[in-house]
């Protein structure tokens, strides 16, 4: 029996958000496809939630997002946004995304530090890069000026370096801005100025 979802509105919650592609196509493999993406993603910031880290892979994304509306309509906003721009400004006509999506409310500091490593490190488990901050279709990568997160769960300070990323629980289913401070390494430590981590 499949998990009922808790409602998500304009409440200061924070989601770790995946959605993959029709059959995991690989589909953001092309540039111009991946380019799109993000116009799209990030037409959408400030107006239906605040966007905090995310990483596009090849066949699916993950996020973590404010939602300031439903999350089913955030999440909406996203992926229907982009197929139609995808028919309209690529000319393609194909299905592009599985059906749904999951999501795991943020609960604390150790579960967002958890959710961020995951989604920094995963270009680098799939071998896509050497460390997090050289792949650019990943917040870890240096120029992405993203929102902050909101005061509920903040980073540890002291949370020890990651190796590899572990899959992590999913439960299924006005712009404010910083200057990077990208990782270095594939090993990342987070800092406790979140402010200037964000990228």
Not at 85 to 112: C, M, P, T, V, Y
Not at 142 to 162: E, F
Request: aromatic share 12%.
């Amino acid at each position: 029996m499949k998990p009922a979802r808790e409602y998500a509105t304009h409440n200061s919650q924070t989601y770790f958000v995946t959605s993959r592609t029709w059959e995991s196509r690989a589909l953001f493999r092309a540039e111009p496809w991946a380019r799109l993406f993000f116009k799209t993603l990030l037409s959408y910031r400030g107006k239906a939630y605040l966007l905090h880290e995310f990483v596009l892979m090849p066949d699916h994304f993950h996020l973590l997002i404010t939602p300031t509306v439903a999350l089913e309509r955030a999440v909406q906003f996203i992926k229907g946004g982009f197929s139609f721009r995808a028919k309209k400004e690529l000319g393609s006509n194909l299905e592009i995304w599985q059906r749904g999506f999951s999501d795991h409310r943020i609960r604390d500091a150790q579960d967002l530090d958890l959710h961020l490593h995951y989604i920094y490190l995963n270009p680098v488990r799939k071998h896509l890069c050497e460390n997090a901050s050289a792949y650019p279709f990943s917040s870890a990568y240096p120029g992405w000026k993203l929102d902050p997160i909101p005061q509920g769960p903040k980073p540890l300070a002291n949370l020890a370096p990651l190796g590899t990323a572990e899959a992590v629980p999913f439960q299924n289913t006005a712009q404010n801005t910083a200057t990077p401070r990208p990782p270095q390494r594939a090993e990342i430590t987070i800092v406790s100025d979140r402010k200037e981590h964000l990228s």
